[in-house]
Structures are given as structure tokens and as C-alpha cells.
């Protein structure tokens, strides 16, 4: 019998393509944030990701009308028509990342809009959002990811050793630090830094 399946299903089986492993999820996230034209991003990773990812940034931020479509698959602010494909510019554009992310961890996205007078925080888990509140803050974006693959534990198991998981996530961003030279990155892992790569101006 052919049957619909479940938004909660779907989104965990389409998790599983675009969020491999704590990097993956570090990778999409980072991108976003380079997408959003941050000059400086903070990465904070705890036991090599598995247990926490959190990457600030100081970009445009979302709209408190924007920040809830953000946790919707194929949401984004990438594409508005078909012409739009011929002529990307951005790391991503599929609206998925975000929404795959959050629907394997327990999550707490906050973000205020340059022009918003307070910022927006949705916390949540398994892509359901359980709370929402007004917060202050400046403008930018954080997405705090605890727990990832809580609720995949076949994912869970081929994990890596945190060493292991912490030195993919360093590459990632190694490869994006250095195709974003303007871009200030950080990395933290149990609170000590892993990995600082300054902007191109501080070289000289």
C-alpha cells in the first residue's frame, strides 16, 4: 500500500541527506551566516559537536515574521523565481539545511534584524518549536544545536570520537575561512580554542 508519509518523517529522512555528521551540520550553518554577510562568526562546539554547536554570527539577522520560516523546508530568502537559479550567488539556496538540522537536535534559534527594535527566540526539538519569546540582543543571528541525532539512533552510533568529529568540523572551516578572507572565524571546543583565522586586513 502507498501511503503519505508524516512531516516529522520526511523531515527526519531528508535530515539524513543534508546532516551527516556534526561538520555537516557546521558547514550549513556557517554558510548561512556568510550568506547573511557576517564580517565575524563564532563557532562553539562541545565534545567535537556531538553535544553542542552554536554558531553566532553578526549578519542581517531575521525578521520576526522570517525566523519561524526559516525552520520550514524549502523556505528561503535565496530564490524568488526561476531566473533566480541561473544566477546564484550564495553558499546555499535550497531553504533545507536549517530545517534537517533542527529536526534531529534539540535547538534554540535567536535572531534580531538590523531595523527590528528587539530580536526573536524559538527553542525547540525534533523540529518543533515549544517556545517563542521577544528578546533583546544585537543584530544577528545564533542557532544553538545540543543533542544532535537525539531522536536518529541509527545515525547516532557511526559518530565518531569527538577528536575525530572536531577535526571535520576544523576543516570545514579552514576551506570556508580561506574562501572568505574578509570574514573573521572562530573556533571553540569545550570552551578552549580550537581554530582563529583573522581577517585578511589583520595579515597585512
Known sequence: MIRRLPDHLVNKIAAGEVVERP????????ENALDAGARAVTVDLRDGGAALI?????????????????????ATSKLASDED????ATLGFRGEALAAICAVSRFTLT????????GLRLAGEGGTVVQRLAVPGDPGTSVEVRDLFYNTPARLK??????????ASLRVVTQLA????????????NARVALTAPL???LR
Do not use: C, Q, W
Open 23 to 30: 561538520a555537516s551540520a557546521v558547514k550549513e550553518l556557517v
Open 54 to 74: 552554536r554558531v553566532t554570527d553578526d549578519g542581517i539577522g531575521m525578521t520576526a515574521d522570517e525566523l519561524p520560516l526559516a525552520l520550514e523546508r524549502h
Open 85 to 88: 537559479l541561473d544566477a546564484i
Open 111 to 118: 535572531s534580531r534584524a538590523r531595523a527590528a527594535a528587539e
Open 158 to 167: 557511526f559518530l565518531k570520537s569527538p577528536a575525530t568529529e572536531l577535526s
Open 178 to 189: 580561506l574562501a572568505h578572507p574578509h570574514v573573521h572565524l572562530r573556533v571553540a571546543n
Open 200 to 202: 585578511a586586513a589583520d
